[in-house]
């Protein structure tokens, strides 16, 4: 098993910045790509930013540019410095990771989630 802890959310202003963590610990070794996701109020869930294992980052339309998404493998954490920071980026952030298994001759894939933390960006 794979658990994911959240730290870094809270309140700034627009313009501001804020850096989220989120450790893992387990069965870290199991572990693949990695993200940040958020939920905004009455909106489904999107993905923000996610970055694999290798280091290769992909970052969604409305964060490029203001947002970085980093990794450290050997403390088994991943960090989204948000930058810049606007009222349409409020939201609950959700870590996010990928975990691949195998049983047998067979891979598994599966996905855990972080408890969240609350991102509230003021105009």
């Known amino acids: 098993q794979v658990q994911l802890v959240e730290s870094g959310g809270g309140l700034v202003q627009a313009g501001g910045s804020l850096r989220l963590s989120c450790a893992a610990s387990g069965d870290t070794f199991s572990i693949n790509d990695m993200g940040w996701y958020r939920r905004a109020s009455g909106k489904q869930r999107e993905l923000v930013s996610s970055?694999?294992?290798?280091?290769?980052?992909f970052d969604a339309d409305s964060v490029r540019g203001r947002f970085t998404i980093s990794r450290d493998n050997a403390s088994n954490a991943v960090y989204l410095q948000m930058n810049t920071l606007i009222p349409e980026d409020t939201g609950v952030y959700y870590c996010?990771?990928?975990?691949?298994?195998?049983?047998?001759?067979?891979?598994?894939?599966?996905?855990?989630w972080g408890q969240g933390t609350l991102v509230t960006v003021s105009s």
């Open positions: 970055i694999t294992r290798g280091g290769s980052t």
């Open positions: 996010h990771a990928q975990r691949v298994t195998m049983t047998g001759l067979r891979y598994e894939y599966s996905e855990v």
